[in-house]
């Protein structure tokens, strides 16, 4: 089975904090998601990565940057928390030719 | 933009009765995922449907996509507790846009 692992189930941080949140995936899959998931609004991408040190912005990747220096972990990193960026941040990872992304238990992280 | 309309978005029902979930778009799609999502977890792939008009059963659960790959339904006989959740369908494009467009969901409660 494939299995989606992320650092932290419960986060909470600070206005103006620096944010790591890790995400390892251990079936060599080469594309890695990161999302957040808000009442209302659904899962919106915030950045993907099809490869080492390759990335692309989704739908909401302003407040937000990534790093993929192993095929196995993305990092998503919140420069500057804002209280605005609580939410329930969902990683997920999939492998070509299949769209099927297979998700982590989520990081739920607030902000005060 | 594209777009996957996901109705109801609420639904309570009593134990033992069918239910039905649509997902709808204007869009073609190259397949569709369904996930179920509980409570604080992340979402867990239910089934994949990837040719026009195809069905999938999975136990009480009946998938179908149709004809156009614009749209699909859920299909739930006889529903259980253990059946509620969040349920999100995901429509991919193909190709090598990895991408998945998600519908905001439908919250299932069964009550006992």
């Known amino acids: 089975d494939v299995k989606v692992t992320q650092s932290s189930r419960y986060l909470v941080k600070r206005t103006g904090e620096k944010v790591f949140l890790e995400c390892v995936q251990d079936?060599?899959?080469?594309?890695m998601f990161w999302y957040r998931q808000d009442p209302g609004l659904g899962l919106r991408l915030i950045y993907f990565?099809?490869?080492?040190?390759?990335?692309e912005k989704g739908d909401i990747p302003e407040g937000y940057s990534v790093s993929r220096e192993k095929k196995e972990r993305f990092s998503l990193i919140l420069e500057s928390a804002s209280t605005n960026q609580t939410s329930m941040y969902l990683c997920?990872?999939?492998?070509?030719?299949?769209?099927?992304?297979?998700f982590g238990p989520g990081t739920r992280l607030t902000v005060l | 933009t594209q777009l996957l309309e996901q109705s109801p978005q609420f639904l309570s029902i009593q134990e033992g009765e069918n239910l039905t979930v649509y997902c709808n778009s204007s869009s073609v799609f190259s397949s569709l995922q369904w996930y179920r999502q509980e409570p604080g977890e992340g979402p867990v792939l239910l089934v994949t449907?990837?040719?026009?008009?195809e069905v999938k059963k999975l136990k009480r659960l009946t998938f179908q996509f149709g004809d156009a790959r614009k749209d699909s339904s859920l299909h739930i006989t006889a529903a259980q507790p253990g059946d509620t959740g969040l349920y999100l369908c995901a429509g991919a494009r193909g190709g090598s846009n990895y991408k998945l467009t998600f519908g905001k969901g439908t919250l299932l409660t069964v009550n006992p």
């Open positions: 990565s099809y490869d080492v040190k390759m990335k």
């Open positions: 449907v990837v040719t026009g008009g």
């Open positions: 997920a990872s999939s492998e070509p030719p299949t769209d099927t992304q297979y």
């Open positions: 079936m060599d899959h080469e594309n």
